[in-house]
């Protein structure tokens, strides 16, 4: 059973039903978005995390926006685009969440277009004040094209799996970080999908999951996940990563990104840097499965990416637990850059870009 991360319920009235990954693997409870402020709040606090699952659950929140009270596709245009903004600034790293909300944008300008009334062929935007504007339609369009996203994401996760299933070689022993699962998409996941797809496959192999300080998500989310769908999985603790790829246990490193700068650099969650190095020391290729909603050509190295800075309390506590002194100095950047060099191929849902540089990652994408 693999899990199902957000859900829009009912129609342009309806509401973005999330799992709360805060509460994971102790409790396992639904979230209910049903204004902006909320989705804003669970983005910004983790109750929905995992790159494309922001996007997809930005776009719906785009959704939510549009359910405040309006007459008219103007005030409705500037409701979405002050969400938008809104929302934009809940995480900075992740580029999905920005590539999903420009998608929409122009979706809803393409669609207040078409919506204005026409005479003798020409649009006569000063006749839409004080009309009954077609504001439904609008909505709804709005709203298929949030689905169309989710749908699209569900479509590229499968891929991904199916494009990436062969790097998992029957007996291997696989080393993931973070969540790269079905909790972190709007599907069965990115890295978790190529293992998902193996499984289906027949293939027996061993996860281990690095637990991913600070806030756990590979020990909370990715052995969860792991274990309901029946994959053998492992837990260890950061730091053990290195001594494992040195007693050959670690066959290839799998993870997903946040975001891919158009030479092939790619951000992803704290630690990957670190693990792509003892990779490279010890032989095991490293895999970055992600969908192509992930690369930002206009960043042209991961020099430019913007890295999210966190609370310290995120380092120097667990849920109610302290485990540094209170006023201690903390660095908590939530991601790091793995070098192009490192990355022994990119998964995405159009297939393999195999040693990834700056031609390899245009070529694929166009
Ligand atoms: O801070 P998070 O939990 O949102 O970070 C998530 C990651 O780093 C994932 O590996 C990445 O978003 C890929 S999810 C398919």
């Known amino acids: 059973m ?11 009235d309806g509401y973005l039903e999330l799992v709360d990954q805060r509460k994971l693997p102790i409790e396992f409870a639904t979230l209910q978005c049903r204004d902006v402020e909320v989705l804003f709040d669970a983005i910004k606090t983790l109750a929905v995390r995992g790159a494309p699952a922001i996007g997809v659950s930005a776009a719906y929140g785009l959704v939510l926006a549009l359910q405040k009270p ?18 934009a600034s809940s995480r900075p790293t992740a580029v999905n969440l920005f590539w999903a909300l420009d998608r929409m944008q122009k979706k809803a300008a393409e669609v207040s277009r078409a919506s204005r009334p026409r005479i003798a062929g020409k649009a006569c935007p000063e006749l839409v004040e004080g009309m009954p504007a077609p504001l439904k339609a609008f ?49 069965q996941g990115t890295a978790l999908s190529l293992m998902f797809e ?8 061993r996860v281990y999951a690095d637990e991913t300080r600070p806030l756990l998500q590979g020990a909370r989310l990715t052995a969860w996940e792991l274990m309901q769908a029946g994959i053998d999985v492992t837990v260890i603790c950061d730091n053990m990563a290195g001594w494992l ?90 991601f790091d850059v793995t070098e192009a060099r490192d990355i022994a191929a990119i998964i995405t849902e159009r297939g393999i870009i195999e040693k990834p540089n700056i031609e390899r990652v245009s070529q694929h994408l166009t």
């Open 2 to 12: 693999i899990v199902q991360a957000v859900k829009w319920i009912g129609d342009i």
């Open 70 to 87: 309006t007459d008219n596709i103007e005030k409705a245009m500037e409701l979405l685009t002050k969400a938008r903004e809104y929302l």
């Open 139 to 187: 909505r709804e369009a709005i709203l298929a094209e949030a689905i169309a996203i989710h749908r699209e994401d569900v479509e590229m996760c499968r891929r991904i799996g199916q494009n990436g299933q062969k790097f998992i070689e029957e007996g291997a022993g696989i080393l993931t970080h973070c969540n790269a699962g079905a909790l972190a998409t709007g599907g």
């Open 198 to 205: 193996a499984q289906r496959n027949g293939k027996k192999f």
């Open 245 to 334: 790829m040195k007693q050959g246990k670690v066959n290839a490193v799998i993870t997903g990104a946040d975001r891919i700068a158009a030479n092939g650099d790619t951000a992803n969650k704290i630690g990957t840097y670190s693990l792509s190095i003892l990779a490279r020391e010890h032989g095991v290729p490293f895999y970055i499965a992600a969908p192509s909603s992930t690369f930002d050509l206009s960043t042209k190295s991961g020099a430019e990416i913007p890295i999210e800075q966190r609370a310290a309390e995120e380092v120097i506590s667990f849920r109610d637990a302290q485990a540094a002194p209170t006023g201690v100095g903390v660095y908590n950047p939530a």
